[in-house]
């Protein structure tokens, strides 16, 4: 269940000055809401936000400005699932510190020659900003006109919940959290707010070097996007580890999740949870760490077993529980494949067809059955599954150049090279235009394996330009890759001169790939 965004707001403010922030969480797909502070005194109310956050289902993520952070400092730890604080220009005090002691410890702050004191019947006092300087004091930042709107609305503290000292356990001490400075702030010093910051160990402290004390009425997306990282950090690995695959940064893909993985958030969201674990599998498999793969899944496996069926997010959601099962079946029956379980592997496909709901589901379980089939040297199983998958409607230049090198593949493997050269002949200009590295090198080293046996030279070059370029693009060969390489490499190499096809091999490095490609291309076929 994805966090709510409970938000307090602090002296001399109200609920609506949460607004415009508010505004792009929901944008964004957060739910948040903005509680009220009575700004009566501090044990008072950091117990009324806590008896509101008992309302709330789910984990929660507390969100303080100004005084603000002194309330969400003293909140009770058994009031909700709170998995994150976000002190925004905010007390972060330890125990026995008052806002007003907090204060006076840097320089800067004029808010005390501010103060408009009313004093009360009851023996309180309350504190207003003077309306004359309140622009210049809480908000210098924001349009005139706005300002004075907002000094006409402020709702008093009083001075006792200013002076009050915070609770024995600070909450910060367990719960993680993050801080957004503001630079301009003449009612809590820079200064001042930055070693909140560090004493309270913030995962990110951000400074807005213009913002006022009002940073979320004057910068509402900067001040959204910090919460939204204490909100969402399994959404934030996502994104992350998308670059990462994308890019094959797989270690640091790894590393992101780690990070995810280990926050408060994680332990309640366990559909995120199995997603990240999904995503750590993912990247295994492409590092060639099977065994790594398989305990991921198994992980993944496991934290979907706590998300009910009927609970799947909405389709524009990052992650459904669908889509997850589907990946790591998919990672599951291919580790499997390539270690030879083929019991293992043969169950895990026949699974995932039968979880595949649409055609995105449908092409995974289908490539997942071919490439079964293809490591059980089936194939006429796996043929058939290629037919399946060229039925499908939304077949793409980039499933057509796949499929011929993996019918081509399969031709070489039941030694027809001639029926491999000509498949992959007349798709040569559709490998080409596709323009993705990793469909190139495969269907380049497949077209060299074919042609070998006529232009041994030719070959060798395609195999030291293909070798150079997976290196170059950091595309990881598995065991099994480097030994079938390897394999038509020697074949090859037997028939020319040794010496010959060695330096043919070095001089691939020099040579264009998709040069290579049409020169196979334009080779005569022989019959077979």
């Known amino acids: 269940m994805t966090p709510t965004i409970v938000l307090v707001h602090g002296a001399f403010a109200e609920s609506a000055s949460w607004d415009r922030v508010i505004r792009h969480l929901e944008d964004a797909g957060h739910n948040a809401i903005a509680a009220a502070n009575p700004l009566r005194g501090l044990a008072a109310d950091a117990q009324s936000v806590s008896d509101f956050i008992r309302t709330v289902d789910g984990p929660v993520v507390l969100v303080g400005h100004s005084y603000g952070g002194m309330v969400i400092t003293n909140v009770e730890a058994d009031a909700g699932q709170i998995t994150g ?15 007003f002691t907090l204060a006076q410890r840097y320089s800067g702050s004029t808010l005390g020659d501010a103060l ?19 622009h210049e004091q809480f908000c210098a930042d924001v349009p005139e006109h706005e300002a004075a709107r907002m000094a006409a609305t402020q709702r008093p503290v009083t001075l006792e919940a200013l002076q009050a000292p915070t609770g024995e356990n600070p909450l910060w001490k367990q719960v993680p959290s993050w801080y957004l400075v503001a630079r301009q702030d003449r009612n809590i010093p820079a200064e001042l707010q930055h070693f909140m910051a560090h004493r309270a160990g913030a995962r990110r402290t951000v400074e807005l070097p213009s913002a006022s004390h009002a940073v979320a009425v004057s910068h509402p997306e900067a001040t959204a996007r910090l919460i939204a990282e204490a909100v969402a950090p399994l959404h934030v690995a996502r994104l992350l580890v998308t670059l990462a695959h994308k890019y094959r940064r797989y270690s640091d893909g790894l590393a992101w999740c780690d990070t995810s993985l280990v926050s408060p958030a994680a332990a309640h969201d366990h559909l995120g949870r ?34 009910p069926a009927e ?36 169950a895990e496909a026949d699974r995932l067809r039968e979880l595949s709901h649409d055609d995105d589901g449908l092409e995974l379980a289908l490539d ?31 499933h057509a150049s796949t499929r011929a ?35 190139l090198i495969i269907a380049a080293l497949t077209f060299g394996a074919a042609i070998g046996d006529l232009d041994p030279l030719l070959c060798a ?52 790939l998709v040069e290579l490609v049409r020169q196979m291309a334009a080779l005569p076929v022989p019959a077979e």
């Open 85 to 99: 604080l976000v002190y925004v220009a905010a007390f972060a005090p330890e125990p026995g510190e008052s806002a």
């Open 116 to 134: 408009h004191p009313v004093p009360r019947t009851n023996g309180t006092t309350d504190l207003y900003i003077a309306r004359e300087i309140f």
């Open 274 to 307: 199995a997603a990240v674990h999904a995503m750590r599998a993912r990247l295994h498999r492409a590092l060639g760490n099977l065994s790594a793969t398989l305990t991921e899944v198994a992980l993944a496996r496991e934290a979907l077993a706590s998300v």
């Open 311 to 346: 609970s799947d997010p909405p389709a524009a959601a990052w992650s459904t529980r669908r889509r997850t099962e589907e990946f790591v079946g998919y990672d599951a029956g291919y580790a499997h494949s390539i270690l030879g379980d083929n019991d293992e592997a043969r």
């Open 368 to 398: 997942l059955a071919f490439l079964v089939a293809y490591y059980e040297e089936d194939f006429d199983r796996a043929r058939a599954v290629v037919a399946e998958l060229e039925a499908l409607s939304r077949a793409s230049q980039s």
């Open 405 to 439: 090198n993996d019918l081509a593949d399969m031709d070489l493997q039941e030694g027809k090279p001639r029926a491999a050269q000509a498949r992959l002949s007349r798709a040569a200009e559709e490998i080409i235009a596709v323009g993705d590295p990793d469909t």
């Open 461 to 512: 070059k395609v195999y030291g330009c293909a070798h150079h370029a997976s290196v170059v693009e950091g595309i990881p060969n598995d065991e099994y890759g480097e030994a079938e390489d390897r394999k038509v490499m020697d074949r090859v190499r037997a028939l020319t001169d040794g010496e010959a096809f060695d330096r043919a091999y070095e001089s691939g490095p020099g040579e264009d």
